[in-house]
Nanobody, 126 residues
Framework: QVQLVESGGGLVQAGGSLRISCAASGRTFSNYVMGWFRQAPGKEREFVAAINWSGGTTNYAASVKGRFTISRDNAKNTVYLRMNRLEPEDTAVYYC???????????????????WGQGTQVTVSS
């Protein structure tokens, strides 16, 4: 069993920055791929970013590439998402997820992930 708890969401103005975190517990965090997804009101949940077990390889959705950075600290069992140059279109509930199989080639596929956090709200005002 893996427990994931997101934190750090909030209200920020367009153009601003925010860092959200996801703390994991329950199993060996450093063994698996971690991902961030988001769901805006009235829309499907979508992939944002993923990071491999070591942190050496990352994957981003085209809409956030160059603005968002995913990172992890295996000693703290935590994954982060640094969001810069935020836009109103980034407003969503952000979820972290864990893929225990660490199938990197499916790191953008929601169905690949085994555990999900409860989400943290990020609101970007214009």
């Amino acid at each position: 069993q893996v427990q994931l708890v997101e934190s750090g969401g909030g209200l920020v103005q367009a153009g601003g920055s925010l860092r959200i975190s996801c703390a994991a517990s329950g199993r060996t965090f450093s063994n698996y791929v971690m991902g961030w997804f988001r769901q805006a009101p009235g829309k499907e949940r979508e992939f944002v970013a993923a990071i491999n077990w070591s942190g050496g390889t990352t994957n981003y959705a085209a809409s956030v590439k160059g603005r968002f950075t995913i990172s992890r600290d295996n000693a703290k069992n935590t994954v982060y998402l640094r969001m810069n140059r935020l836009e109103p279109e980034d407003t969503a509930v952000y979820y972290c997820a864990a893929d225990l199989n660490s199938n990197w080639y499916r790191s953008s596929a929601q169905g690949e992930y085994d555990y999900w956090g409860q989400g943290t709200q990020v609101t970007v005002s214009s």
